[in-house]
Every structure is written in structure tokens, then in C-alpha cells.
T-cell receptor
Framework: EPEVTQTPSHQVTQMGQEVILRCVPI?????FYWYRQILGQKVEFLVS????????KSEIFDDQFSVERPDGSNFTLKIRSTKLEDSAMYFC???????????FGDGTRLSIL | GENVEQHPSTLSVQEGDSAVIKCTYS??????FPWYKQELGKRPQLIID?????GEKKDQRIAVTLNKTAKHFSLHITETQPEDSAVYFC??????????FGKGTRLHILP
């Protein structure tokens, strides 16, 4: 069964540095999402992406965040200047559209020192 | 804003008994309600979902019910097994929109 893949599995970064989290959505999927989960808490929506543009973003997704689909397969999340509170598990998800289920990747654990 | 409330936050049941998790949602335009199971350190995994034009759906030991009028939906797991121990999240969505998750229920299956 096809899966959403994310790299790296764990990223440790100094506060103030830039990080790029990478995702390869399922190949025939059209809708892409980033969520984050702070340890022990619920999964929170960050941003949705369709047709090469952001569809919706949450309050968390401020000017320090950006997303990009640089080619036909990758979907990236960039945090420009990381803060301690950005430490979390970041999940990428994708769906075919037509209100079909979102499938999640294994996540990237981001630790900001 | 949109909100999904989930209860209980922790649930312990004897192996073989049933477990019930209940959720409410605030946005009446929500029309898709997935349930995810998350084991420690793993991804949320879709276990069952229900759409607003259906009142109940069953898949083996798992069933979900939806009451659109009351904006309630619930997950029922029968004949619980040790491998059912995990955190379960209810969620609500509008079509291809973002998923709004509940805070999760940590389910412990006691031997």
C-alpha cells in the first residue's frame, strides 16, 4: 500500500536556525497538509495546499513558515527562524480529494535547542 | 472557531469488554468524521470514518455512530484486545478541508 514518506525522522536544530522538513505524498494525491503535534497533545492543523497554492493556514502558520512543492513529488515545510516552541512532531498528510481520507506520514520530530 | 471536544481523556477497560469514546463538534458544516489510532511515537492511523449522510458504520469490532442534530459522534470498540491500547483521536472536517482533531483518549486494555 502506498505511503506518505517524511524525512528526516528526527531533526535537532539550534534556535534561530532554518529547517526544512520534507514529505513525499502518495503519488496520485492532489491535496497536501502539514500538521504538528506537541508532545502529549492533540494534532493541530498548520496548512493545506492544493493546485500549487496554499488553500488555508492556521494562526500557528505565521510568517516564519512556508511551504513549497518544488517538483512533482516533494512537498516541503520551511521554518525560517526556529523558536523553542517549534519543538514538536510534524506530520505531512495527503489525500486524493473528493473528501477522501487523509493519509499521514510517520512524522519528523523537530527538537529546537 | 471550529472545535472538537472528546471524552474521556483516559479510559481503562478489561480485555474483552467494550470501550466507548464520545465526541462533539461545533461546526454544523462538518460532513466527514474520521477516527485515528495513534500508538506511541507513530503516525495517526485512520481506523474508520463516517460521513454526514450516514448514521452508523461498522467494521468488524469497531463501530461509529453520528447524530447530526446533536452534533455528537462516538466510537465503539467491542471485545477489546491488548493491541487496542493506544491513543484514539476523533476528528471533524468539511470535505477536502483541514481536519480538526479532538484532544485524544488514551485507552488502556487491562489483562
Amino acid at each position: 500500500e502506498p505511503e506518505v514518506t517524511q524525512t528526516p525522522s528526527h531533526q535537532v536544530t539550534q534556535m534561530g536556525q532554518e529547517v526544512i522538513l520534507r514529505c513525499v505524498p502518495i503519488s496520485n494525491h492532489l491535496y497536501f497538509y502539514w500538521y504538528r503535534q506537541i508532545l502529549g497533545q492533540k494534532v493541530e492543523f498548520l496548512v493545506s495546499f492544493y493546485n500549487n497554492e496554499i488553500s488555508e493556514k492556521s494562526e500557528i502558520f505565521d510568517d516564519q513558515f512556508s511551504v513549497e512543492r518544488p517538483d512533482g513529488s516533494n512537498f516541503t515545510l520551511k521554518i525560517r527562524s526556529t523558536k523553542l516552541e517549534d519543538s514538536a512532531m510534524y506530520f505531512c498528510a495527503s489525500s486524493e480529494g473528493g473528501a477522501r481520507p487523509q493519509h499521514f506520514g510517520d512524522g519528523t520530530r523537530l527538537s529546537i535547542l | 472557531g471550529e472545535n472538537v471536544e472528546q471524552h474521556p481523556s483516559t479510559l481503562s477497560v478489561q480485555e474483552g469488554d467494550s470501550a466507548v469514546i464520545k465526541c462533539t463538534y461545533s461546526d454544523s458544516a462538518s460532513n466527514y468524521f474520521p477516527w485515528y489510532k495513534q500508538e506511541l511515537g507513530k503516525r495517526p492511523q485512520l481506523i474508520i470514518d463516517i460521513r454526514s449522510n450516514v448514521g452508523e458504520k461498522k467494521d468488524q469490532r469497531i463501530a461509529v455512530t453520528l447524530n447530526k442534530t446533536a452534533k455528537h459522534f462516538s466510537l465503539h470498540i467491542t471485545e477489546t484486545q491488548p493491541e487496542d491500547s493506544a491513543v484514539y483521536f476523533c476528528a471533524a472536517s468539511k470535505g477536502d478541508d483541514k481536519i480538526i482533531f479532538g484532544k485524544g483518549t488514551r485507552l488502556h486494555i487491562l489483562p
